[in-house]
Structure formats: structure tokens, C-alpha cells
């Protein structure tokens, strides 16, 4: 039976809207999901969090795995070409459960090796190191950080190898640094909690990063700075704007003038700092 009924001309609503624009037909781009995740969190229909990691979730499928990837310059391998107790060091004092394995550089990978094999070599100590390890991963510096999770997880690995247009190793990726633009940073009991680089002086300024608790803010700066809802320094700037601030914003609290040096869609990176009055 033919529907003679006109069309409904009803305002879409929130979720309407939102699977419109993730529709493949729909006249819509990655901003216009942004815009309509916002105007739900203003509405109550999301919180901060489920707001923050879907727009965490759209972020991945814009970033390469160089801009995630863990610089050549600081990855932590396993020469096994060097005495065991050299290595073994490296794993002690790192902290980290996976290592590529080289032999010489890593120009050379031999494969991954995770700290928890090695403590075989407590029973058996004579044991061919080699054995344990397992294949690695190399995907290219170009890499979409969405298509590599799904490879994670098809493939039930946790880190791959970045290598460069000459097949040189140029960085380091976990499935952890994926995913912690998602849901933000993951720490464990076994991350080691640095502050001394939180304030860095630059001129008549200082560098501050968002990430410094106030307690930290105002012992290093003789100051009383305080906010009932939050314990960084990010935090407050971002509730005194009441909106995420972007990057050149000014905030002047109390005898300081704050200045929005890094900030993405979800918050504050880092702080430009200058005493005032």
C-alpha cells in the first residue's frame, strides 16, 4: 500500500543527528560530530568523559603513526650482542614489559622479547635468549592510527616498529599510546611520576604544564592559587574559562597572566606564565 503521508517535517533530534553524521550519505564532516557531541554535553545528554573520548575516537582516525610513535632516540632495545647483564640492566631499570631485540643497532631487529620470559633465565641461565623471541611488527610512518589498533587487536600484539620511506626503524608505537587518545593518559603503579620538568623558566616566563598539581604551582611560585574542583593547574585555567581554551587564549588570575601556549579539543597541553602587578 502506497504512503500517502508527507514527509515528517520534525526538528531532528540529538541522536538523530548524530547517526546522520556518521551516515556514509550524509552531507556532514568531522566537525559537524564534533559540534553535535558538544551541544550534547551542554545539554546533559553526555558527561565531560563520554564526550571527551568520542571526540578521542575521531581524533585517532586523523593521526599518523609518526605523530604518536616513540622516537628512535628514546626507545629502550635489547642489544644481544652485549653481555647479559648489560641488558638485563635495561630491562630492570626501564620499567617497560616489551623490548625489540637487536643486534647491534636498530638497523637490525632480531624480534620482541617480553620481561616476564626472561626470568627463565633464572632456572636456565645457560638458555638461548634467541628462543624466546617473538616475531615483530613493522608498519610504515604514514600508518592511520585506527587502522593500526584494529591490526592490534586482529593480531593480539601491543607494539610495532615505525620505519621510515628507507625501511630504517624511526619510532616506537603501543597499543597504549593509541589508546590513550582515547581515553587519556594510562598510568600503572610502575610509571615513575617526574615533576621537576613541570616549570621551566623561558626568559621573564615560564613554561608550565597543564598537568602540574596547584600544589606544586604555588609552592614554586610563592602563590595561593585554588580551585575547589580541580588539583592541576590545566584544570583551573580550563574551569575559569568555562569552555576547553585554545591556544593564544589569556587568562590573568590573581598576580599571574596565564597564556594558552598548547591545547587540542579536549584540554589544555601547556602554559605560558608571567608574573603581573
Known amino acids: 500500500m502506497q504512503n500517502n503521508e508527507p514527509p515528517s517535517t520534525k526538528p531532528k ?8 553524521a556518521f551516515h556514509d550519505d550524509a552531507p556532514a564532516d568531522r566537525e559537524a ?5 558538544r551541544e550534547a554535553l551542554e545539554r546533559g545528554l553526555i558527561d565531560t568523559d563520554t564526550c571527551s573520548m568520542m571526540e578521542g575516537a575521531l581524533t585517532v582516525s586523523e593521526l599518523r603513526a609518526h605523530e604518536l610513535m616513540v622516537p628512535r ?4 632495545a635489547i642489544d644481544l650482542s652485549e653481555p647479559q647483564e648489560t641488558w638485563l640492566s635495561i630491562v630492570n631499570e626501564s620499567g617497560h614489559s616489551r ?14 622479547i617480553h620481561a616476564k620470559d626472561l626470568l627463565k633465565l633464572i632456572t636456565k641461565p645457560d638458555l638461548d635468549v634467541k628462543t624466546l623471541l617473538r616475531p615483530a611488527r613493522f608498519i610504515p610512518e604514514s600508518q592511520p592510527t585506527n587502522v593500526l ?9 601491543h607494539m610495532a616498529l615505525v620505519i621510515d620511506e ?17 581515553v587519556g593518559d594510562i598510568s600503572d603503579e610502575f610509571d615513575r611520576e617526574d615533576k621537576s620538568g613541570n616549570i621551566v623558566p623561558d626568559g621573564k616566563a615560564w613554561r608550565v604544564k597543564a598537568i602540574t598539581p596547584i600544589e606544586q604551582f604555588n609552592e614554586y611560585f610563592g602563590a595561593d592559587l585554588e580551585d575547589p574542583y580541580c588539583e592541576t593547574i590545566g584544570g583551573l585555567v580550563t574551569d575559569r574559562f568555562e569552555h576547553v581554551p585554545r591556544a593564544d587564549e589569556v587568562l590573568e588570575e590573581k598576580n599571574f597572566r596565564i597564556r594558552i601556549l598548547r591545547a587540542d579539543e579536549r584540554q589544555v597541553q601547556t602554559l605560558l606564565v608571567e608574573r603581573i602587578g
Open 13 to 20: 533530534g540529538f541522536f538523530d543527528r548524530l547517526a546522520a
Open 33 to 37: 560530530v564534533r559540534e553535535t557531541l
Open 73 to 76: 632516540s628514546q626507545i629502550y
Open 99 to 112: 623490548f625489540p631485540a637487536v643486534d647491534g643497532d636498530l638497523d637490525n631487529v632480531l624480534g620482541l
Open 149 to 157: 589498533l584494529r591490526d592490534f587487536k586482529a593480531t593480539r600484539s
Open 166 to 182: 628507507f625501511g630504517s626503524v624511526s619510532g616506537l608505537i603501543t597499543i597504549e599510546d593509541v589508546l590513550e587518545q582515547i
